[in-house]
């Protein structure tokens, strides 16, 4: 499986943004996907994570309630609604996907990445 994730743009606080994550290959339903940002200086950090099929979801405490991860296996697809965003939410955004649920949620042991897109929130 091949990732790209896109999506990302400049947008004013309180506004929305919705990343896309575009898999490749047969076997997208078999990987659990995540959504992680990065900030330059900081540590990679987990975002949202869901399920292969979808039923289980884990969010960051500091995005509850403000972003949502689904997923569409029939297209090949994940997705992060990003809504009543920050200027903290600026960072880049990398989606990844693993088989194993437990290293989708530890950002240091997940097997496949894509490419990042730059969400910038203005104050």
């Known amino acids: 499986v091949q990732l790209q994730a896109s999506g990302g743009g400049l947008v004013q606080a309180g506004g929305s943004l919705r990343l896309s994550c575009a898999a490749s290959?047969?076997?997208?339903?078999?990987?659990?996907m995540g959504w992680f940002r990065q900030v330059p200086g900081r540590e990679r950090e987990l975002v949202a994570a869901?399920?292969?099929?979808?039923?289980?979801?884990r969010y960051a405490e500091s995005v509850k309630g403000r972003f949502t991860i689904s997923r569409d296996n029939a297209k090949n697809a994940a997705y992060l609604q990003m809504n009543i965003l920050k200027s903290e939410d600026t960072a880049v955004y990398y989606c990844?996907?693993?088989?194993?649920?437990?290293?989708?949620?530890?950002?240091?042991?997940?097997?496949?990445w894509g490419q990042g897109t730059q969400v910038t929130v203005s104050s």
């Open positions: 869901i399920t292969r099929s979808g039923d289980t979801t």
């Open positions: 990844a996907a693993d088989p194993v649920w437990v290293k989708v949620v530890s950002v240091k042991t997940i097997g496949l």
């Open positions: 290959g047969r076997t997208f339903s078999t990987f659990h």
